[in-house]
């Protein structure tokens, strides 16, 4: 039954014209039938530069709305319109008014795990892998303001000499793991590094080896000559880590680190998008030129 689901995908994806984005956390299925699989960021990059006449973005809702937002003359459609991400619908456009109003003179730095809205009120946008270099591209603010995730931001603030005000937005799956968690897993594992993504809390960040976004932590593995390794952040990494480090072994922090939204789409729900051309996700042409200058200014960023 996948199997032939798998070749009507195949079939329908080539009639359309069709490309498969999956993020590194979507279920192994959907991963592996997909053309390309990243983080947000090399996702992102992906939708800038594809040629195909449909996007199938397998991910969240802000991932989807970021694609719209780099091409406006293609079909971008999410499998799962419900597929939200709980820190994007921390902050709304109303509360960013707000924040310029306070500090109208500092340059709002906002993750791309936020909706068209938003981006349109910020600056720049970045992601887990860039927000560095993109609070440092500010060659002559001191301050900057970043928003949704305070984890993030802080974990940047611990990176740069820059003076970094946050909103207090949080990933509820990265933001329950606690210290006792990894002290748990390095008693379990005493030769695993331990590898985190920004989004967890300081002090779990602190006692990690290795800090990066997730197709980072894909390259970190691969590269390193370490065996073993606990992994804190959405268990449906462990899928693209095990197929691409056959020898290795990877423990995941917390098993109850599972994003349920990651989770909705299935094989079924790609072929009938496909079929279609539904959800499609569009975002009104005034706001998407404003947050399109937020993420353009981002990718130069790097
Ligand atoms: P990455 O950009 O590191 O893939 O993270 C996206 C995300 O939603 C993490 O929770
Ligand atoms: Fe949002 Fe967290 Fe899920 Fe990523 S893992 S999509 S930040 S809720």
Redesign the pocket.
Same mark, same amino acid.
């Given at each position: 039954m996948a199997e032939e689901t798998t070749q009507r995908i195949l079939a329908l994806k080539r009639d359309r014209q069709a490309i498969i984005l999956a993020h590194n956390?979507q279920p192994a299925a959907i991963q592996d039938i997909a053309d390309i699989t990243g983080d947000s960021l090399e996702l992102s990059r992906q939708a800038a530069s594809t040629d195909a006449r449909v996007i199938v973005f397998c991910g969240?809702h802000f991932m989807a709305e970021t694609a719209a937002i780099l091409n406006p003359g293609r079909v971008v459609v999410l499998p799962r319109l419900e597929a939200g991400?709980? &820190?994007?619908d921390m902050i709304t456009a109303q509360d960013l008014l707000a924040i310029k109003e306070q500090h109208p003179a500092v340059p709002i730095v906002t993750y791309v795990?936020s909706t068209a809205a938003v981006k349109a009120e910020s600056t720049v946008c970045c992601t887990s892998a860039n927000s560095i270099r993109v609070v440092e591209s500010f060659k002559d603010a001191e301050t900057v303001y970043m928003t949704p995730d305070q984890n993030l931001a802080m974990y940047t603030a611990r990176h740069t000499r820059k003076k970094v005000l946050h909103w207090h937005g949080y990933?509820?799956?990265?933001d329950r793991l606690t210290l006792d968690h990894i002290h748990k897993a390095r008693e379990e594992h005493p030769e695993a590094l331990v590898v985190a993504h920004p989004?967890c809390r300081p002090e779990v960040l602190e006692a990690a080896d290795f800090v990066k976004s997730t197709s980072g932590m894909l390259h970190y593995v691969a590269e390193s000559s370490h065996g073993e390794f606990i992994i804190a952040t959405?268990l449906g990494i462990l899928h693209p880590m095990r197929k691409q480090n056959p020898g290795k072994k990877f423990y995941p922090a917390s098993r109850a680190m599972i994003?349920p939204? &990651?989770k909705r789409i299935g094989l079924e729900d790609i072929l009938l998008a496909l079929e279609t051309l539904q959800p499609r996700i569009t975002v009104p042409e005034e706001t998407r030129l404003r947050a399109l200058k937020a993420v353009e200014r981002m990718l130069a960023a790097g």
């Open positions: 956390y969240v991400c709980p &820190m994007a795990n990933c509820p799956i990265h989004e959405e994003c939204d &990651m």
